[in-house]
């Protein structure tokens, strides 16, 4: 699947050849030249999935103008020319708005910084976002390899492997669901994708929460790529029926963000926004609705951590818009909160407490069948513990600690990563409210744990409480904690 944040020809818009594209082709196969445009992409530090299938896409005149990525990678390879002599349409007649002026930075007066994909580039009906789209690297779906040549070999294999190939990708995680054909002659007769191989990329999403909630993201992260590459692999080759295929891409979207989460938690901010944004671009392309809502609630949590709170509070905003025709309470008592630690982010207390108490109000409602499944995390604890963070980014550190207890003490011991997550919270929120032996006391819990849990996060978190506890050595406490804490392992 070539990368999906390339805008195609608008619904009901007849494509139209891009003659000028295929004579700056000339004499090369489509898979020739695909290889030219990852060279030049290389050259200049960007990653692009370009494929045979991609070149025909914009010969084909499907593709009428390319993501920022495509264009400087063409531009590039042409710099005597422009996208529209290359036979592109003006950005602005595809996305409906005007196109960003080359090297543009983020909007002033933000206290954002800016990243590597702007989630709101790709066209939203639900977004009323009005800021052009910041510059970006490409989104990698396949993971981290080492050459796109590799890549592309990897991916005709798990196109024309069936099954089997399917339950080789999963076993790395253990996750070999039933159901899937381990017979290489059953394979070849059925190469395309049907419910078997639907349910074994569902079935990898719930194995890898189940993971993450007990051990944290670190070391599994890199694992989680097999399941992705073979679900996004699995769209390439084609479900034979339209029920089977929305399967697959509400399963591969769920799939993005789950390794999204994964590299979010284990420190690679980068990787996570870009996964995010296939799902986004995945649930848009099928109308998922919930699948769209999950992406930018997981965005703007990301955007948050990433030090860009007005992305937060916009990514919240846009979720809830979608999702409140979704009929689930707790999905929009969450994505409540998720606004509310943007505008805590942006120091707008007023806002932050409005949207504190409308969580609250819809979490009041209960849990009902609409719930998403992805959200059996969401309970008092969870609630207790956003809203701890909403105070700590406000600097009401002894509010903040009173709400990350309540968060610890409420936390089912089957999730063991936030049962530590939030126990470091408490730790800092009580070495900042000026109380470091109870910190100490915290902080080291937290390290009994992390021989289960292994997560960037929480790292850096313990971190920043060594930090403030480095002046308190005389506290009860302290100096074991900073011992100890000097002896954690650091992860890679």
Not at 162 to 170: C, E
Request: charged share 25%; with cysteine; proline share 8%.
């Amino acid at each position: 699947m070539a990368s999906s944040t390339e805008t195609s020809s608008q619904p009901g818009r007849p494509a139209r050849p891009n003659l000028a594209f295929r004579q700056a082709r000339g004499p090369r196969s489509p898979a020739e030249f695909a290889a030219l445009v990852r060279r030049a992409a290389r050259e200049i530090g960007e990653q692009v999935s370009c494929d045979a299938r991609y070149i025909g896409r914009v010969e084909a005149g499907e593709i009428r103008c390319p993501n920022y990525a495509y264009e400087r990678v063409f531009l590039h390879m042409f710099p005597d020319r422009t996208l529209t002599d290359l036979g592109f349409a003006p950005r602005s007649s595809v996305r409906g708005r005007p196109a960003r002026p080359p090297g543009r930075p983020a909007a002033p007066g933000t206290d954002e910084t800016p990243g590597p994909y702007e989630p709101y580039d790709i066209q939203n009906p639900h977004d009323d976002v009005k800021d052009p789209p910041t510059p970006h690297t490409p989104y990698v779906p396949y993971g981290t390899y080492e050459s796109h040549e590799e890549s592309d070999v990897l991916r005709r294999a798990f196109m024309t492997g069936g099954g089997a190939t399917v339950a080789a990708a999963l076993a790395p995680l253990g996750l070999g669901p039933l159901g899937l054909v381990q017979d290489a002659a059953a394979a070849d007769r059925a190469p395309r994708p049907g419910t078997s191989e639907a349910a074994a990329v569902e079935e990898a999403v719930r194995r890898i929460r189940l993971l993450d909630d007990r051990h944290g993201a670190d070391g599994l992260y890199r694992r989680a790529a097999a399941p992705l590459r073979t679900a996004y692999a699995l769209l390439d080759a084609g479900a034979t029926r339209r029920a089977t295929a929305d399967r697959l891409h509400s399963g591969a979207g769920e799939l993005a963000v789950s390794v999204g989460w994964l590299a979010h938690d284990s420190g690679r901010f980068d990787d996570a926004r870009s996964h995010y944004a296939e799902a986004l671009a995945t649930a848009r392309m099928t109308g998922d609705d919930a699948l769209e809502a999950h992406a930018f609630c997981n965005t703007a949590s990301l955007a948050r951590d990433a030090g860009r709170p007005r992305e937060a509070v916009r990514a919240a905003q846009a979720a809830q818009r979608i999702a409140r025709p979704l009929g689930s309470a707790y999905l929009m008592s969450l994505l409540a909160l998720r606004e509310a630690a943007g505008w805590a982010g942006l120091a707008d207390r007023t806002a932050c407490e409005q949207a504190l108490t409308r969580a609250k109000a819809l979490f009041e409602r209960g849990p009902s069948e609409a719930d998403p499944e992805w959200m059996t995390f969401y309970g008092d604890a969870e609630l207790a513990g956003l809203e701890a963070q909403c105070w700590s980014t406000l600097g009401e550190w002894p509010r903040a600690a009173r709400h990350t207890r309540r968060a610890v003490v409420l936390q089912h011991p089957h999730f063991a990563r936030n049962t530590a997550l939030y126990t470091a919270q408490l730790a800092d929120d009580l070495a900042r409210a000026g109380r470091p032996d109870e910190a100490a006391a915290a902080g080291l819990r937290v390290l009994g744990l992390m021989e289960q849990v292994q997560s960037s996060r929480i790292h850096t978190m313990l971190a920043g409480t060594a930090r403030v506890l480095q002046p308190h050595r005389r506290a009860s406490g302290v100096p074991e904690f900073l011992e100890r804490h000097t002896e954690l392992p650091h992860l890679a």
